[in-house]
Nanobody, 126 residues
């Protein structure tokens, strides 16, 4: 079974930065599109960013454009989310997701993704 393990979450002040990592195993990583989602308390899980299998196509939620950067290292089976200029509204549990796809189209729907990690907490204080 595919495993996705997130790390790098924590508590940070507004304006600060964090880098999340998601290590994938038991899959051919370069065959998979990868995504990041987040869920705040009492809210639905929402799309943050996604990256295609080769890393040459990315997509971002409007709320994080210009602040977050998604990247991947296929040699390390890892996807990253660099989060800069963090705001209190970025607080939530951040989840890594994967779907086997070599398309450059990156849907924002949670239902498109097949595998999910357990999540890592990000808390941004004002």
């Amino acid at each position: 079974q595919v495993q996705l393990v997130e790390s790098g979450g924590g508590l940070v002040q507004a304006g600060g930065s964090l880098r999340l990592s998601c290590a994938a195993s038991r899959l051919i990583f370069s065959d998979f599109a990868m995504g990041w989602f987040r869920q705040a308390p009492g809210k639905e899980r929402e799309f943050v960013a996604a990256i295609a299998w080769r890393g040459d196509s990315t997509r971002y939620a409007d709320s994080v454009k210009g602040r977050f950067i998604i990247s991947r290292d296929n040699a390390k089976n890892t996807v990253y989310l660099q989060m800069n200029s963090l705001k209190p509204e970025d607080t939530g549990v951040y989840y890594c997701a994967a779907r086997e796809s070599r398309s450059l189209v990156l849907p924002m729907s949670t239902s498109w993704y097949t595998y999910w990690g357990q999540g890592t907490q990000v808390s941004v204080s004002s």
